[in-house]
DNA sequence: GCCGTTTTCGGCCCGACTGTTTTCAGTCG
């Protein structure tokens, strides 16, 4: 049974937990933490650069003790101290440091003092007034703790980016009204484009912090105010949203925005960075000794330690401090590079809108092609398209692009995949269009083997041009099939086909590190919307956002292409 | 546990806020 990368960093958040627990050197646990978040973004297998004889000792953070210990769970899954820790402390202290306000200390304190050893027993602790007599612990504590209890079991559930999005745009837009605010901005995970947020973390500049936190404390939306200080404040919205909010004075934007953009990684090497220059660096600047040397704007901080910029999306220590300081960052896409649309539904099936009036908001967003793809007669709930249905639609198209709308329309099918690696339409109605996306619809379930050599199979299909949403995954809802995508990236490659990133902001699906995968390979990716309501073109934002996490840049973009580029890539793949 | 034009030992990012204290530990980001 090989074991993959995200197994293996489990592991090592796991060892970090059970060690955080048992009171170790804080440096010891950060190193697993970071070790796990290097092999969470490396974008090749472990197993694989040990067949090829790296060292891993080599990765940046890993040392001769962590490179054994990571091959080790890598062959077998197995670490003697995970099993060892595991042993040792009670599975309800992991669970316990995922409670609000609760760290190692009165984790231990609960467990050891109160011999609690489920989330029933600290409940019954609570109740008969036994938590208030430990030390550290007051009544304040105790109704946080039952309220995380009673609620959802304090485990806190991290909202899509454009859910937060619907939160954060009215909260912004009221706070920059308020009196001697200067300035606004959403800064932490949300800046950094990633798929979802825990928090919503908020930067103000003004002259003075008190009246700013007050006016954010007096929100409408605001359900609960959990702190409140001079220039920071935490609220929970009646959403259920946590929002932080910090205050700088306008001087200190660049300082501050950078550091509360994170990620807490990137902002730790920064700061070291610094630390070797004889420098020190927090939110309200850059230091030499008592002088303040710069962090108005963010470029200052980054110019400080020797680095060019670093767009928000890269700021995870995945590789882009090295590659900043070697003058190689990517050149990130933009929204505006999008030339136009590959996956799109009309009404023929399960959307919503006429091709007509789909043409003419895709012009009006300026594109120059959309390609009309609509389900195949497998996906009946969506009313798919049999072969004369779908020749009737090829027809309309070449009616309307007669007509010169001011738009390319391409004729395209979203087809099934299905479960043996056939498309759902014969090759010879294939033949007929500008593009075959593929997907999966169903049978989610097989084995990692079987699921791979499904997509496979269909990507050897005379007419397969681009894999639609390669894991099915839907976010917090559906976790993606088994599938061997590095396996799928190389038969990508390999047979000349493409990747769709799915912006739909429940899929996003290539994930950032997949879209890294890719381009190491030199896989180029769609960037497209599966939109089956006309505004929901607009959904390419998250798609973008998603690429630029994972450094894809214009020329990895299969749709950033004019359509005179455009065609001869598709038409190769129509073989 | 990592790392090194100060270092192979002794550092390791840095500050705000709360609650429980009676001057600060613990937690959080």
């Known amino acids: 049974m090989p074991v993959h990368n995200p197994d293996i960093a489990q592991s090592l958040e796991s060892i970090a937990d059970l060690l955080e627990l048992e009171g170790a050197n804080p440096f010891r646990i950060r190193a697993y933490r970071n070790a796990a978040r290097v092999v969470q973004g490396l974008g090749t297998e472990i197993s694989v650069l040990l067949q090829r004889g790296k060292d891993l000792s080599e990765l940046p953070g890993i040392g001769k003790d962590l490179a054994g210990k990571i091959s080790d769970l890598a062959r077998t899954g197995h670490l003697p101290l995970l099993d060892r820790l595991r042993k040792s402390t009670p599975a309800i202290a992991v669970e316990l440091l995922k409670l609000p306000g609760l760290g190692p200390k009165r984790v231990q304190a609960i467990c050891h003092d109160l011999d609690v050893h489920n989330l029933e027993q600290l409940h019954r602790a609570i109740l008969d007034g036994r938590l208030r007599e430990l030390r550290g612990f007051g009544p304040a504590a105790e109704s946080r703790l039952l309220q995380a209890l009673q609620t959802r079991r304090g485990v806190p559930q991290r909202l899509k980016l454009a859910l937060a999005e619907s939160y954060v745009t009215p909260l912004i837009a009221y706070l920059k009204a308020a009196p001697g605010v200067d300035t606004a901005i959403t800064a932490g995970s949300y800046r950094r484009c990633q798929e979802t947020v825990g928090d919503i973390d908020i930067l103000v500049t003004a002259k003075s912090g008190p009246p700013a936190v007050k006016h954010f404390t007096r929100y409408e939306e605001v359900g609960k105010v959990t702190a409140a200080g001079d220039t920071r404040a935490t609220v929970v919205l009646r959403s259920g949203l946590q929002v932080d909010l910090r205050v700088v004075p306008p001087r200190d934007y660049g300082s501050a925005l950078q550091y509360f953009t994170g990620s807490k990684a990137h902002s730790i090497a920064i700061r070291r960075l610094g630390q070797?220059?004889?420098?020190?660096?927090?939110?309200?600047?850059?230091?030499?000794?008592?002088?303040?040397?710069?962090?108005?704007?963010?470029?200052?901080?980054?110019?400080?330690?020797?680095?060019?910029?670093?767009?928000?999306?890269?700021?995870?220590?995945?590789?882009?401090?090295?590659?900043?300081?070697?003058?190689?960052?990517?050149?990130?896409?933009?929204?505006?590079?999008?030339?136009?649309?590959?996956?799109?539904?009309?009404?023929?099936?399960?959307?919503?809108?006429?091709?007509?009036?789909?043409?003419?908001?895709?012009?009006?967003?300026?594109?120059?092609?959309?390609?009309?793809?609509?389900?195949?007669?497998?996906?009946?709930?969506?009313?798919?398209?049999?072969?004369?249905?779908?020749?009737?639609?090829?027809?309309?198209?070449?009616?309307?692009?007669?007509?010169?709308?001011?738009?390319?329309?391409?004729?395209?099918?979203?087809?099934?995949?299905?479960?043996?690696?056939?498309?759902?339409?014969?090759?010879?109605?294939?033949?007929?269009?500008?593009?075959?996306?593929?997907?999966?619809?169903?049978?989610?379930?097989?084995?990692?083997?079987?699921?791979?050599?499904?997509?496979?199979?269909?990507?050897?299909?005379?007419?397969?041009?681009?894999?639609?949403?390669?894991?099915?995954?839907?976010?917090?809802?559906?976790?993606?099939?088994?599938?061997?995508?590095?396996?799928?990236?190389?038969?990508?490659?390999?047979?000349?086909?493409?990747?769709?990133?799915?912006?739909?902001?429940?899929?996003?699906?290539?994930?950032?590190?997949?879209?890294?995968?890719?381009?190491?390979?030199?896989?180029?990716?769609?960037?497209?919307?599966?939109?089956?309501?006309?505004?929901?073109?607009?959904?390419?934002?998250?798609?973008?956002?998603?690429?630029?996490?994972?450094?894809?840049?214009?020329n990895d973009v299969l749709n950033a292409r004019g359509l005179a580029e455009l065609a001869p890539l598709l038409r190769r793949t129509m073989r």
């Not at 030339?339 to 009036?357: E, F, K, M, P, Y």
Request: proline share 5%; net charge neutral; glycine share 10%.
């Open 276 to 554: 070797k220059r004889g420098l020190k660096i927090n939110e309200y600047g850059v230091f030499r000794g008592k002088k303040r040397i710069g962090g108005t704007t963010e470029a200052e901080v980054y110019r400080a330690v020797g680095l060019p910029y670093i767009e928000p999306e890269l700021r995870e220590n995945r590789g882009e401090i090295e590659a900043a300081a070697a003058g190689k960052l990517p050149k990130l896409v933009k929204l505006e590079d999008l030339r136009g649309d590959l996956h799109v539904h009309s009404v023929a099936t399960d959307g919503h809108d006429t091709i007509r009036q789909l043409a003419t908001v895709g012009r009006a967003r300026g594109y120059e092609y959309l390609a009309i793809t609509d389900h195949s007669r497998r996906l009946t709930v969506a009313h798919g398209l049999d072969p004369k249905r779908l020749l009737k639609e090829i027809e309309e198209i070449d009616r309307i692009n007669a007509g010169k709308p001011g738009i390319a329309l391409l004729k395209g099918i979203e087809v099934d995949i299905l479960p043996d690696g056939k498309l759902d339409l014969p090759d010879d109605v294939l033949g007929h269009l500008d593009l075959v996306v593929a997907s999966v619809h169903g049978q989610f379930n097989l084995s990692r083997e079987k699921q791979t050599e499904r997509i496979l199979r269909a990507m050897e299909r005379p007419h397969f041009t681009i894999l639609s949403h390669p894991t099915g995954r839907l976010i917090g809802e559906r976790e993606p099939y088994d599938v061997d995508m590095p396996r799928i990236i190389r038969a990508a490659r390999d047979r000349g086909c493409f990747l769709e990133l799915n912006a739909h902001p429940d899929r996003l699906d290539l994930t950032d590190i997949h879209c890294r995968m890719a381009k190491e390979a030199g896989v180029l990716i769609s960037i497209a919307s599966d939109t089956h309501r006309a505004p929901e073109l607009a959904n390419l934002r998250f798609g973008v956002g998603q690429a630029r996490r994972g450094w894809i840049e214009k």
